[in-house]
C-alpha cells in the first residue's frame, strides 16, 4: 500500500465521552456526530481513514453491568467483553462517520471489523499486571475477588482498590489481510477497538482470548506499520504535547525526532496513563517504518484537519 | 460473484446454545467448536462460506443484564445491544472455525462483519409488534414497563407477559459491497449476527437504529440473494422439513419446489416461531435467484456436510 492519502487516526477516550457526562448512548451518539464531523474534515481534504478508537468509560460501564448482574445471570469474561464492546461502539463509529460522509457527498462507506490482536504469553506484562479496569472496589470486594474470582487488585488510593490486567505488547493484528483488502477497495474502517481483543497462540488448541488489555495507541501504531501508512494521528484533548506540563516552564512541543521524543520519554515527561503510549507509539511507528517522510501527528481532535496540515498539533518524524 | 463454491450457512439457535444449559461463555464456545467441525467439513468439500447466526439466548441476557443492573447504570437501547452481541458471538464463531481451519490446514481466515440491515419504517410490521424479546415479566412490571419505557407487551400465557418488538422485512445489507469484496479476496465472513442490526433512513438524518429485530433466515436470504450465491443453507436441529409435522401423517420432506413450499406455509404447515422463517427465507432467496439451479438446503447443523450432498436434508428448488 503506497496511497499517500491513507492515514490512521487513534481517537482518544475524548471522542466519545466527555468526563461531565454520565456517559450514556444518547450522550456517547452525540459526542460521536461531533467527532464524525472532525473526521469527515480529513476526509474533505483528500485522505482516507482507518479509524481505532479506545473503550475506557463503555468497557468499565460493562462490566459493572455484569457484576451487578451477576446473581442473576453468568457473567461474560475481560475479553469477550472487548468483543461486545467493539460491536457496539463500532457500530456507532462508522453510523455517524458514514452519516457526516454522507451529507458532504462522499461516496463513502464505514466498515467495523472485529479486530484480534495476537500477544505472547511470556511477555512480561503477564507477570506484572498495570491496567486498572472496572470500578473502585473497597478492601472487603478486593479480597473476595482475589479470592473468588482469581482478581489481581491494587490499592490505588488508600482504601481504595481496582482491578488490575496485564497490558501485553501487541505483536500481531490477525485481521490485517482483510483490513488492508477492504481498505485497497475503498472501505473506511474501524478496526483494534479498545487496543482489539487480546489473543494468544496455543500450540495444542490454537488462538483463545486472554483476559488482557492491550493499549489502544500502540495497538493503533502497529496496524499502521502493517498498513505502511504515510501518517498516524493521535487526537486528543490537548493541542500540543508538552513537557514541564503544569509547571512554570512548560513547553508545547511542534516538532520533534523520535530521539527528542525517546529521550523525554524516558526522563518521565510524559505520563504512563495519557499522552506516555501516544509517544511510544508514534516512536515504534517511526522506527518501523522505512519512509523518510513518515510522520506522526498528535493533536486536539476539534482541530484535526489543521493539525493535518501542521497548523496545530505535535509533529514527531524520524530525523 | 458466480463461484460455485460459495455458500451462506444460516446457523440455528442450537449452533450456540442448547436448551439444557445455562448458556454460559464457556458452554457457548465448546458448542462453537462442535458448530465449527460442522462447518470445516463443508470447507473440506471445497466450499467457501459465509456464516449468519441467530443472537436469541445471547441477546436475551444481555437484555436481562441490562434490566437487573439499570438502577446503576444506564441501559443500552435494543439496537446497540444487537451491535454488541454480533460484536461478541462474531469473535466467538470466527475464531473456533480459524482454529478449526488452521487444524485442517486450510490457509483461511474469518473475519466478522458488523453488519446493519436496512428497513423501512412504512412496514406494516411497526404497526403490530411481533417478536417476543427478553425476560418473562408478570403482569405489574409488564405495566410498568408499558408506562415507563413505551414498552409494547403481549401476554404470552395468563398473568406471563414479554416485551414484543416489530419483526420488520429486511431490505438491503448495508455492507454488501464490503462483504462481497472480502469473499471475493478469499476470507470466510461472519455476517447479519441476530438478523443484523436494523437501521432506517431518515431523511434529515440518515442511518439510524431503530428497536426492532429483523428475523435472522429472512436477513440470511437476502444475504445469499445479494452475494447471489447458488445454495443457502439452514442449519437446525432437525433433519428434514416435516409437514403435519407431531401427527400420526407426519412426512419428512426430502425435496420441495417453491410452489409446494408456498402452499404449505400457506396451510400454516410450518410455525413462524421456527421452521416458518426458514421456509420462506427459501422462499425469498429462490424467487429473486436467476440461476435455475439455485438451491435451498435445510438440514441438521451435525449432518450439514451431508446435507450439501444430497444424503440428508430437505432440498427446495424452483421447480
Redesign the interface.
Known amino acids: 500500500m503506497s496511497d499517500k492519502r491513507l492515514i490512521v487516526v487513534a481517537l482518544g477516550g475524548n471522542a466519545i465521552s466527555q468526563p461531565h457526562q454520565?456517559?450514556?448512548?444518547g450522550e456517547q451518539f452525540e459526542n460521536s456526530n461531533v467527532t464524525a464531523r472532525q473526521l469527515a474534515d480529513l476526509v474533505d481534504q483528500g485522505h482516507h481513514l482507518v479509524i481505532t478508537h479506545g473503550n475506557g468509560p463503555q468497557i468499565g460501564?460493562f462490566l459493572?453491568?455484569?457484576e451487578?448482574?451477576a446473581g442473576?445471570?453468568?457473567p461474560?469474561?475481560m475479553?469477550?467483553?472487548v468483543?461486545?464492546?467493539?460491536?457496539?461502539m463500532?457500530?456507532?463509529i462508522?453510523?455517524t462517520l458514514?452519516?457526516e460522509l454522507?451529507?458532504r457527498k462522499h461516496d463513502r462507506?464505514v466498515?467495523?471489523?472485529?479486530t484480534?490482536v495476537l500477544v505472547d504469553l511470556a511477555d512480561p506484562a503477564f507477570l506484572n499486571p498495570t491496567k486498572p479496569v472496572g470500578r473502585v472496589l473497597n478492601q472487603d470486594e478486593a479480597v473476595r475477588y482475589r479470592y473468588n474470582d482469581g482478581w489481581q487488585t491494587r490499592e490505588v488510593e488508600p482504601g481504595k482498590f481496582r482491578r488490575v490486567v496485564p497490558s501485553p505488547n501487541p505483536i500481531r493484528i490477525?485481521?490485517i489481510?482483510?483490513i488492508r483488502?477492504?481498505v485497497d477497495?475503498g472501505?473506511m474502517i474501524v478496526a483494534c477497538g479498545g487496543g482489539g481483543?487480546p489473543?494468544a497462540r496455543d500450540p495444542d488448541?490454537?488462538?483463545?482470548?486472554v483476559a488482557a488489555v492491550i493499549d489502544k495507541d500502540l495497538a493503533s501504531a502497529l496496524l499502521a506499520t502493517e498498513l505502511d501508512v504515510d501518517t498516524i494521528m493521535f487526537l486528543t484533548a490537548v493541542d500540543r504535547v508538552a513537557v514541564n506540563f503544569g509547571k512554570p516552564d512548560q513547553r508545547d512541543i511542534e516538532h520533534m525526532t523520535v530521539a527528542q521524543a525517546r529521550q523525554w520519554l524516558d526522563e518521565g515527561q510524559f505520563p504512563a496513563g495519557s499522552m506516555g503510549p501516544k509517544i511510544q507509539g508514534a516512536i515504534n511507528f517511526l522506527e518501523a517504518s522505512k519512509k523518510p517522510g513518515a510522520s506522526a501527528i498528535i493533536g486536539a481532535l476539534g482541530k484535526a484537519a489543521d493539525a493535518r496540515k501542521g497548523k496545530t498539533g505535535t509533529r514527531i518524524t524520524k530525523a
Open positions: 454520565e456517559g450514556n448512548v460501564n459493572l453491568r455484569n451487578v448482574a442473576e445471570i453468568y461474560l469474561p475479553e469477550v467483553a468483543a461486545h464492546v467493539q460491536g457496539g463500532g457500530f456507532m462508522a453510523q458514514t452519516n454522507d451529507r462507506v466498515n467495523t471489523f472485529i484480534t490477525m485481521e489481510d482483510a483488502r477492504a477497495g472501505d481483543i489473543v488448541n490454537g488462538l483463545h482470548g
